[in-house]
C-alpha cells in the first residue's frame, strides 16, 4: 500500500509566478486535501476535492485553485504569488470526506517566494 | 466552529523524561479527537486517535484520553527518547467534518 506522494519537494519561485503542485493519493482513497503550514504555526485548511469536485474550502483567496483527476490525484495551483505564499504545502488523502475518520498526509511540498 | 488549544513550547525533557502536551478543545457534539507528530523536515503523521468520550488513543507509548468533563485530550508519555524530538499537533473535524483544524503545535526537543 502506497502512501501519499507530493512533488516537487522543494520550489522557489519569483513573487508574480505562477505554481503547480502535485500529489497521489494512497491506493484506495478518494478524497484529496490541501493544508498550508507556514514556519511555526499549524496546518491552515485551503480546499478539499472529493470525486473531482470542490468539497469545501478555507479561507484562501481564488488565486489558490486545485484540480482532482479520475484516478484521485490532485494538483494546487497557485497564481500570482506573493512572499506570504512561502510555506510547507501538505496533501492528506482520506477514503471519505469526513474528517472523523482522520488523514494520511505527504511529506509536504516547501515553497520559497523570492 | 469546532477549535483546539494546546500550550505552547518549546518542552526541552532529558531522556526517559515523562512528558505531558496539553489541548483543551471547543466542540460541538462529540468529535474525534487527534494527535499528529511532525518530524524534522516531513510531513504529518497520525500519532493516536480517540472517537469518543472516555476512549483512550495510544501509540508508541504515547496515550490520551477523551475527557468530556474537562473538555480535554491531554498527551502522555511515560518515558521520553531522544526520537521523540518532533512537533505535536492536537486536532478535531470543524463542525461541518470535512476538514480537520490543527492546534498551533508544541515542539519537543529531548536531550539525551
Known amino acids: 500500500e502506497t502512501g501519499v506522494t507530493q512533488s516537487p519537494t522543494h520550489l522557489i519561485k519569483t513573487r508574480g509566478q505562477q505554481v503547480t503542485l502535485r500529489c497521489s493519493s494512497q491506493s484506495g482513497h478518494n478524497t484529496v486535501s490541501w493544508y498550508q503550514q507556514a514556519l511555526g504555526q499549524g496546518p491552515q485548511f485551503i480546499f478539499q476535492y472529493y470525486r473531482e469536485e470542490e468539497n469545501g474550502r478555507g479561507n484562501f483567496p481564488p488565486r489558490f485553485s486545485g484540480l482532482q483527476f479520475p484516478n484521485y490525484s490532485s494538483e494546487l495551483n497557485v497564481n500570482a504569488l506573493e512572499l506570504d505564499d512561502s510555506a510547507l504545502y501538505l496533501c492528506a488523502s482520506s477514503l471519505s470526506g469526513g474528517a472523523n475518520y482522520g488523514y494520511t498526509f505527504g511529506s509536504g511540498t516547501r515553497l520559497t517566494v523570492v | 466552529g469546532n477549535s483546539v488549544t494546546q500550550m505552547e513550547g518549546p518542552v526541552t525533557l532529558s531522556e526517559e523524561a515523562f512528558l505531558t502536551i496539553n489541548c483543551t478543545y471547543t466542540a460541538t457534539g462529540y468529535p474525534s479527537l487527534f494527535w499528529y507528530v511532525q518530524y524534522p523536515g516531513e510531513g504529518l503523521q497520525l500519532l493516536l486517535k480517540?472517537?469518543?468520550?472516555?476512549d483512550k488513543g495510544s501509540n508508541k507509548g504515547f496515550e490520551a484520553t477523551y475527557r468530556k468533563e474537562t473538555t480535554s485530550f491531554h498527551l502522555e508519555k511515560g518515558s521520553v527518547q531522544v526520537s521523540d524530538s518532533a512537533v505535536y499537533f492536537c486536532a478535531l473535524p470543524k463542525a461541518a467534518g470535512n476538514k480537520l483544524t490543527f492546534g498551533g503545535g508544541t515542539r519537543v526537543l529531548v536531550k539525551p
Open positions: 480517540a472517537t469518543k468520550a472516555d
